[in-house]
């Protein structure tokens, strides 16, 4: 009779504990099935992927490759090595005035002539004018270092490992012009994956938060060499507003911001996007190979359905700024004379997981040993007990994990204290 008791015991407390490690909610990103070459949607604040489809996968990526340009020109700005408002000036290599704008999308500006920072940036991202990308990453190389090698330097200082890049543009190396590479083969074009694009786009809207709004109501005017041209400027979220959005089913009320196209017969139909959910969560969507590359609603279609695919199967949890966490009141300073500092959230973050179970804690670390806390002040990160996450590699710690501040002021401990503490804890 003992010997089955202790076996009911022990199988009870055997079930007791599968629960309780079961009850860790799994941050796994989902497998998207949609019939993409490539996918990816991430949480646009911390950086966690929530889907993937072939999300490391190199592939082509026609006019995204303009994001590489765009990136480059907000951290020259954000450095204070040029400005908005730097004029530009026009070279042979970025004059398409001579090419179809049905098969090359171009401003039809002039060697010779002079467009803002501003401008080349605007219409390069909404009407995707191949020549103010090439005009741009032509003005942003560095002295004696080709374009291709800058914007090989570029992506690797956003450590988009393994991708490769021949022109600003995104055109296959034969359709570039005088920015073809004579060495490399005609059909050599740019690669990258969907987790690189992810990675790029996220890198944008940190550096221009206005991108959302980009092209709305913006014209571009300008002096050519041969006449004064206004040209309108159109994004992805104006075109899905007013022309798009009546084509595709859409039932969660999805907003589509931006951010940028890609369409060539070798990528297919392509789109890297900004979405926001009714509850205000944003996301960075990459979709490649959505059907064909002249295809205006597949691509939108598709975005909508990945990121509904995460809102059916991931689970949302926001810790508020200034709340505090159940299972992490207190911070040990063993330096400071309270050794135990209480603390607070510092930034309002949402992480995502599969299960209707609350995250918790796994330990905190300090970010700094000071000699004085002020009530505010940033003094530890608390990781997150969330199993099986994944993050965009170049996710900083800071976006990974929860900000703490103090709620006291503080100074730091007699030296004789701290050696106690250091002894006898």
Not at 118 to 133: C, F, G, K, Q, V
Not at 146 to 171: P, V
Not at 211 to 222: A, K, M, P, Q, V
Not at 387 to 406: A, E, G, H, I
């Amino acid at each position: 009779m003992k010997w089955i008791k202790f076996v009911v015991f022990f199988s009870v407390g055997l079930i007791s504990f599968v629960r309780i490690v079961s009850a860790a909610p799994s941050a796994k990103p989902i497998d998207l099935k949609e019939s993409l070459t490539s996918a990816v949607v991430v949480d646009a604040r911390t950086g966690q992927v929530l889907a993937t489809r072939n999300a490391t996968k190199l592939g082509m990526i026609a006019s995204q490759s303009k994001m590489l340009t765009a990136y480059a020109a907000l951290r020259a700005i954000h450095d204070g090595k040029l400005t908005w408002d730097t004029p530009i000036p026009i070279t042979s290599k970025a004059d398409l005035s001579h090419q179809p704008k049905y098969v090359y999308s171009h401003l039809d500006i002039k060697a010779g002539d002079h467009l803002t920072v501003r401008e080349l940036y605007n219409a390069m991202l909404t009407i995707s004018a191949n020549d103010a990308s090439f005009a741009l990453s032509e003005y942003l190389t560095p002295k004696g270092m080709t374009t291709q090698a800058a914007l090989q330097s570029w992506a690797n200082e956003l450590k988009l490992d393994h991708s490769k890049w021949y022109n600003a543009a995104g055109q296959v190396n034969g359709n570039a012009f005088e920015n073809k590479i004579a060495h490399e083969p005609g059909e050599a074009a740019n690669l990258a994956s969907a987790e690189h694009l992810a990675m790029l786009a996220r890198e944008i809207i940190k550096l221009d938060p206005n991108i959302r709004t980009l092209g709305e109501s913006d014209f571009i005017s300008y002096k050519s060499a041969s006449a004064n041209r206004t040209v309108k400027l159109t994004t992805d979220q104006f075109l899905f507003r007013h022309q798009h959005s009546k084509k595709v089913s859409n039932p969660n009320h999805l907003i589509i911001e931006g951010l940028k196209t890609g369409s060539t017969p070798e990528s297919g139909a392509a789109f890297t996007g900004i979405v926001k959910d009714q509850a205000g969560h944003e996301f960075i969507t990459v979709v490649n190979g959505a059907g064909y590359y002249t295809d205006t609603v597949t691509r939108y279609q598709e975005t909508i359905n990945i990121v509904n695919d995460v809102l059916k199967s991931q689970v949302p949890e926001t810790f508020e700024a200034g709340s505090v966490l159940s299972d992490c009141k207190k911070v040990k300073m063993l330096d400071m004379k309270r050794k135990e500092v209480p603390v607070v959230v510092g930034q309002t973050k949402t992480f995502w997981h599969q299960k209707q179970a609350p995250i918790k804690v796994n330990h905190t670390t300090l970010s700094r040993h000071p000699k004085k806390v002020a009530r505010g002040q940033s003094v530890a990160l608390a990781q997150l007990a969330l199993p099986d996450v994944v993050f965009l590699p170049n996710t900083s710690v800071n976006s990974r994990n929860l900000l703490l501040k103090s709620t006291i002021d503080t100074t730091q401990a007699p030296w004789w204290t701290r050696v106690w503490r250091d002894i006898f804890g």
